[in-house]
């Protein structure tokens, strides 16, 4: 099936369609999802209420770009009004005194594989989290995430900052462990 085809048949109300679709996309929008839950379970919940959205909105994808990136920007709004809704957001961050930050300029993303990288990201606090992944996974501009997640641009920007620092912090950590076990 096309994305036409499926979006046409979501819209029908035709249960193979919606299947087609949570079969397609559901496992990639899990892990979308746990990069903003602190858990499995709540990544697992806001999938659930992602879809519920996708299926009740798919009238308004356009099919002017793939339906896979119209159902991840559902998935990710749902996930920041869940963060949002838990005051997750407010309780981690400091925003009332988010300055600017001196941060070394080295790259230290550029020195993690992938898999240290998503590990460091997932215990970082949620407001890190939230903006690092909007920014550097999702794409969105600081403007855009300040808009997104009722912030200004300057904190998105600090909070960005922030957590490049505390991902270097923590990777130089894990360095020293690692060279201790040489």
Same mark, same amino acid.
């Given at each position: 099936?096309?994305?036409?085809?499926?979006?046409?048949? $979501?819209?029908?109300?035709?249960?193979?369609?919606?299947?087609?679709?949570?079969?397609?996309?559901?496992?990639?929008?899990?892990?979308?999802?746990?990069?903003? $839950?602190?858990?499995?379970?709540?990544?697992?919940?806001?999938?659930?209420?992602?879809?519920?959205?996708?299926?009740?909105?798919?009238?308004?994808?356009?099919?002017? %770009?793939?339906?896979? %990136?119209?159902?991840?920007?559902?998935?990710?709004?749902?996930?920041?009004?869940?963060?949002?809704?838990?005051?997750?957001?407010?309780?981690?961050?400091?925003?009332?005194?988010?300055?600017?930050?001196?941060?070394?300029?080295?790259?230290?993303?550029?020195?993690?594989?992938?898999?240290?990288?998503?590990?460091?990201?997932?215990?970082?606090?949620?407001?890190?989290?939230?903006?690092?992944?909007?920014?550097?996974?999702? %794409?969105?501009?600081?403007?855009?995430?300040?808009?997104?997640?009722?912030?200004?641009?300057?904190?998105?920007?600090?909070?960005?900052?922030?957590?490049?620092?505390?991902?270097?912090?923590?990777?130089?950590?894990?360095?020293?462990?690692?060279?201790?076990?040489?």
């Amino acid at each position: 099936m096309t994305d036409h085809e499926i979006a046409k048949g $979501c819209i029908e109300g035709r249960r193979e369609a919606q299947q087609t679709l949570w079969k397609l996309h559901s496992r990639k929008m899990l892990s979308v999802c746990m990069r903003y $839950c602190d858990s499995r379970e709540e990544a697992e919940d806001v999938l659930q209420d992602g879809f519920v959205k996708v299926f009740e909105k798919i009238n308004q994808w356009q099919g002017s %770009g793939p339906l896979g %990136g119209w159902v991840r920007t559902v998935i990710v709004n749902t996930a920041l009004t869940y963060i949002r809704s838990r005051n997750k957001w407010r309780n981690s961050v400091d925003l009332e005194k988010a300055e600017d930050l001196d941060g070394d300029e080295t790259d230290a993303l550029s020195i993690m594989n992938e898999a240290t990288l998503l590990a460091l990201i997932d215990k970082m606090p949620t407001g890190y989290k939230t903006v690092f992944n909007l920014f550097a996974i999702e %794409g969105y501009g600081h403007k855009e995430i300040g808009e997104l997640l009722g912030i200004s641009e300057n904190t998105s920007k600090t909070q960005f900052l922030k957590a490049k620092n505390w991902l270097k912090k923590n990777l130089a950590e894990l360095e020293q462990i690692s060279d201790e076990y040489r």
